[in-house]
């Protein structure tokens, strides 16, 4: 596959701040490259110098071909950008945004027009389009900014934290129009803080740390490096937790520990949360009654523990 974002030993400081220390990816055509890393690891900076709107200090970057500094004109018309504050004006109707970004794009009022009506239709904001912005929730203001990066119908777009900041309900709603389009072709780069949402959307994770790419894989990939799902048992006090402990073993792929006082039993869960349903199967037909249950997902935390040797600082 062609790649449609090549970026070399990209570099960049702002005074002392050493933000970007050597970055190399590559994203191919139609797909999605989520960079995955918590505050202050070089995320935005790797965007806003794809965006042209930051030059990079050394090192080279092409989007679509052409390259951020020489050709950042051109490179423009063919990306769409969807920062990590919404780029909204608070004054204006949803609808006039939508508006007065097709006409920023050189499309003539009818066209504008017509492409706003699409993107109110799609993101769900058609009831509330003749609204001033200053008035919509946070879900909505997300919802109209991702809209307005594709009034220009992009080649290439590019998400900040599309989700940072939001409750959980309007989040899976963003991530069901972001997977739409995907679908649809749309080469996409995201930055996220959230294993989750990279593992949701992105087709490859890069994580980054000071700077730097220190991992770059699929999400499964990165969770079998820290160690996949587990599942933690709590056996029910009458009943023998070693019996559940040989029951249970032969699905957890040799990493099974048992802490017999406790009553605990914790397994890894190489088939993930589909599994649970078996455990329990298990240690029914073994006799052994559960007190409680719970599986554990692997976080960004764990992913940079594992990567790192250390707790990251800022993710909350
Ligand atoms: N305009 C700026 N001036 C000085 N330092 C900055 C500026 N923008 C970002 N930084 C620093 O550069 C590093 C990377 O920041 P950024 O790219 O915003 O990371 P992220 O988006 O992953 O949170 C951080 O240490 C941040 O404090
Ligand atoms: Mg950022």
């Known amino acids: 596959m062609r790649a449609v974002i090549e970026v070399e030993a990209l570099r960049k400081s702002y005074g002392k701040?050493?933000?970007l220390?050597?970055?190399d990816l590559t994203v191919p055509e139609g797909t999605v490259l989520g960079l995955l890393g918590p505050n202050g690891a070089g995320k935005t900076t790797i965007v806003r110098i794809l965006t042209t709107l930051l030059e990079p200090d050394s090192g080279r970057a092409t989007v679509a071909g052409l390259d951020v500094v020489d050709d950042a004109r051109a490179l423009r018309g063919v990306i769409g950008l969807a920062?990590?504050?919404?780029?909204?004006?608070?004054?204006?109707?949803?609808r006039e945004n939508l508006v007065l970004v097709g006409r920023l794009y050189h499309l003539d009022r009818a066209e504008s027009r017509r492409r706003a009506e699409e993107v109110l239709a799609?993101?769900?904001?058609?009831?509330?389009a003749d609204r001033r912005v200053a008035g919509y929730s946070g879900g909505m203001?997300?919802?109209?900014d991702l809209g307005a990066s594709l009034v220009g119908r992009p080649r290439v777009l590019f998400l900040d934290e599309p989700t940072s900041g939001?409750?959980?309900r309007s989040r899976i709603g963003l991530w069901e129009l972001i997977g739409q389009l995907v679908k649809d072709g749309t080469t996409l780069l995201l930055t996220t803080q959230y294993l989750e949402e990279a593992?949701?959307?992105a087709d490859s994770i890069a994580v980054i740390d000071n700077g730097r790419v220190i991992a770059q894989g699929t999400a499964g990939e990165l969770k079998a490096r820290v160690g996949g799902e587990r599942l933690d048992v709590m056996v029910a006090p009458a009943s023998d937790v070693m019996a559940g402990a040989a029951a249970l073993a032969p699905m957890a792929g040799g990493d099974l520990h048992v802490d017999p006082a406790e009553g605990r039993i914790s397994l890894a869960l190489p088939g993930g949360p589909p599994t649970v349903a078996e455990a329990v199967r298990r240690l029914d037909a073994a006799g052994v009654a559960i007190a409680d249950l719970s599986v554990h997902r692997?976080?960004?935390?764990?992913?940079?523990l594992a990567l790192t040797g250390r707790v990251s600082e800022d993710v909350g």
């Open 166 to 168: 939001l409750d959980p």
């Open 21 to 23: 220390e050597g970055v």
């Open 122 to 128: 799609r993101f769900d904001l058609l009831d509330a």
């Open 83 to 94: 920062g990590q504050f919404a780029a909204v004006d608070e004054t204006l109707t949803g």
């Open 298 to 304: 692997p976080t960004l935390d764990d992913v940079f």
């Open 141 to 144: 203001r997300r919802r109209l």
């Open 199 to 201: 593992d949701r959307l």
């Open 17 to 19: 701040v050493r933000a």
